[in-house]
């Protein structure tokens, strides 16, 4: 994308400047532009939780991953994807329906 920019651009406006200022100026506008274009404004980061999880249960996971962690608990991590999947997001972990 950044390559296209830029060999497609009409360069004859920063050429035609007879300063050197005009032309390093009309130059940096010109990158500028094609970084704006190119380069992202920011870093998307990526969710360690499915699209289908809730602020609940990525709550819920982060304090059994806490207690299972101060326990030294192993492989802790299958159970708490069953939990995850088979509790409702809303009331209690307590109840069961």
Do not use: E
Not at 30 to 40: E, H
Not at 75 to 91: D, E, H, L, Y
Request: with cysteine; hydrophobic share 45%.
């Amino acid at each position: 994308m950044l390559f296209s920019f830029l060999s497609y651009y009409n360069w004859s406006y920063v050429y035609s400047n007879n300063t050197v200022d005009a032309a390093v100026d009309s130059f940096t506008s010109v990158i500028l532009q094609s970084t704006d274009l190119a380069i992202p404004r920011s870093c998307i980061r990526k969710c360690r939780f499915p699209h289908w999880c809730s602020h609940t249960q990525i709550y819920i996971f982060g304090k059994i991953v806490i207690f299972i962690n101060d326990k030294r608990k192993v492989k802790a991590s299958i159970i708490i994807f069953i939990i995850i999947v088979n509790f409702p997001t809303t009331g209690s972990l307590l109840k069961v329906h």
